[in-house]
């Protein structure tokens, strides 16, 4: 063996990974050349001094910083939209969907007032507000509205120039005015147009008014997942695992306050992952066919061109 | 055990491997748990990354992203190999792209030869022969920077091989898998890398 031959399998000599006899050919040349002896322990020095090399510490700093990423990554739902990095400004969904969602609240909300006086009267009888309750007047019919003077119309009949013939006035019964006191205030009086006495109105249950207009949109679709009871330890690692294979993340984990065991989970995927999505779920578990999501639930994800599963396991 | 995607899937205690308990934790939504899993192995991570990346912050932002994949992907996280290797292929695979990635216009450091060429690759040339002049050796009285330094002339690639092999302790069979390359491939670039380390850092050792 000469010394180039002997410094090729040095790495694989000190190792310990040649055959008896091969390792026995280098040993002996080593013994023979000074040279290449010295070369195999500075060798062996080296990676000696590689295996005692102490770790520079990690900064103080690392921890804080991946707590801050995991928590951009927990609530940076935007992140999933086409390459829009969560930590652009104004690029978190919260920020990017608050006026909009705000506009649409307010729009819901006067809406929703419009409907609710619009519609038909209470269970109760009008009763008249105290700021136009006033004690009965002299019998005047063409200032009387069914017995109680508004102080509107006093007000208008005060202030008719002096001589001016008072226009004519009509009569108008409780039953004729709206159902609603703002309504009643705000009506000029022409146009309150006589209607169906309160008793023959039927009586309507309205339930109260939709508070969720004030709430962001929900979003989303719902997937049932049926699993059997020896198939239920480990389902959110495997729906959670058949997320992220697809390039989708979790969004949410509910468990089941008493057993700790996962009732839903919410993930987020970009669209074309869906159908992909769904047969995995399959394959973990069975998706009933009333379990499947519906074609009908809109919006499918926070922002365009992404879909949230709110996955709810079930065992069978 | 399981199905999964058709595929039988089992825990790591139904093959008789040790639980990682934080990993367990982890999964079971324990508050805190991930943090315990940063604080065992950000030492380690972070060193691989300084001393294959050379720079502080590139390293700390490298080891950052290392852990938020380890926390996206910990559901996958078989339990094949302990928690610390697993972290380690994570950021060996990234710090080699990111290398990769900032010297792709740089000539100064040699591609990767394919197994084809092998033993025919370029031998390492120590830069200017200042590591001998013993000036520069005065300055560096601490082995590790001088290590760090030494490493840090070898091409990314076998500097890659040189960490993972005689600093954090893989075997030539994983290095051939991660890298993806035969065995004996692995074997001579690492005895080659070893080899220029040994050059350099004769003076001192």
Redesign the interface.
């Known amino acids: 063996m000469d010394c180039r031959d002997a410094?090729?399998r040095?790495?694989?000599y000190q190792d310990g990974?040649l055959s008896a006899a091969a390792a026995e050919d280098v040993s002996s040349h080593l013994r023979e050349c000074g040279e290449c002896a010295a070369?195999a322990r500075?060798?062996e020095?080296?990676?000696e001094?590689?295996?005692s090399?102490?770790?520079?510490?990690?900064?103080p700093?690392?921890?804080a910083?991946?707590?801050e990423?995991?928590a951009r990554?927990e609530t940076g739902a935007a992140s999933l939209a086409a390459g829009l990095p969560s930590n652009l400004p104004g690029g978190s969904l919260r920020s990017r969907l608050r006026i909009p969602l705000e506009a649409a609240a307010a729009v819901l909300l006067v809406a929703s007032i419009y409907w609710y006086q619009k519609g038909s009267p209470p269970a109760s009888p009008p009763q008249a507000p105290p700021a136009v309750a006033t004690p009965a007047p002299p019998p005047k019919a063409d200032r009387q509205i069914a017995g109680t003077e508004t102080v509107a119309r006093k007000r208008e009949v005060a202030s008719l120039p002096a001589g001016t013939p008072e226009p004519k006035a009509r009569i108008y019964s409780q039953a004729d005015l709206p159902a609603a006191p703002a309504l009643r205030a705000s009506t000029d009086s022409e146009q309150i147009a006589s209607g169906v006495s309160a008793e023959a109105r039927p009586v309507e249950e309205r339930p109260e008014p939709p508070s969720r207009f004030l709430r962001p949109l929900p979003y989303g679709k719902e997937v049932l997942l049926e699993v059997t009871p020896?198939?239920r330890?480990?389902?959110?690692?495997?729906i959670?695992?058949?997320a992220?294979?697809l390039g989708g993340?979790?969004e949410r984990?509910e468990?089941d306050p008493a057993g700790?065991d996962v009732v839903s989970m919410r993930v987020l995927l970009k669209e074309p992952a869906a159908t992909a999505f769904l047969s995995?779920m399959d394959?973990?578990g069975k998706v009933p066919p009333q379990g499947k999501p519906a074609d009908v639930d809109l919006p499918a994800g926070p922002i365009p061109g992404t879909v949230a599963y709110t996955v709810r396991v079930r065992v069978r | 055990m399981s199905e999964e995607g058709g595929k039988a899937v089992e825990t790591p205690a139904e093959r008789g491997r040790p639980v990682d308990l934080l990993v367990e934790a982890f999964r079971q939504g324990k508050p805190g748990a991930f943090d315990a899993i940063v604080r065992a192995h950000q030492d380690r991570v972070f060193a691989f990354c300084a001393r294959m990346l050379s720079d502080r912050e590139e390293a700390l932002d490298m080891a950052q992203d290392v852990f938020l994949s380890a926390y996206r992907n910990l559901g996958s996280f078989r339990g094949e190999a302990a928690l610390s290797t697993w972290l380690l292929r994570i950021a060996a695979n990234r710090c080699l792209n990111r290398i990769r990635q900032r010297n792709s216009a740089s000539r100064r450091e040699a591609p990767w030869p394919d197994a084809a060429a092998e033993g025919n690759g370029p031998e390492f040339q120590p830069a200017a022969g200042e590591w001998h002049s013993p000036d520069r050796v005065a300055e560096n009285r601490e082995m590790g920077a001088i290590l760090s330094e030494a490493l840090g002339r070898l091409d990314p690639d076998s500097r890659w091989l040189v960490l993972l092999s005689d600093v954090e302790g893989f075997s030539y069979e994983e290095l051939a898998t991660m890298a993806g390359m035969p065995v004996g491939t692995v074997k001579s670039r690492l005895h080659r890398a070893r080899m220029a380390l040994r050059r350099m850092l004769t003076p001192v050792v």
């Open positions: 410094t090729e040095m790495s694989e990974l070369a500075s060798l020095a080296v990676r001094l590689l295996r090399l102490p770790p520079p510490p990690a900064p700093e690392l921890l910083r991946v707590r990423a995991v990554e020896e198939g330890e480990g389902v959110e690692e495997r959670a695992a058949a992220w294979r993340s979790v984990i468990r700790g995995e394959r973990i």
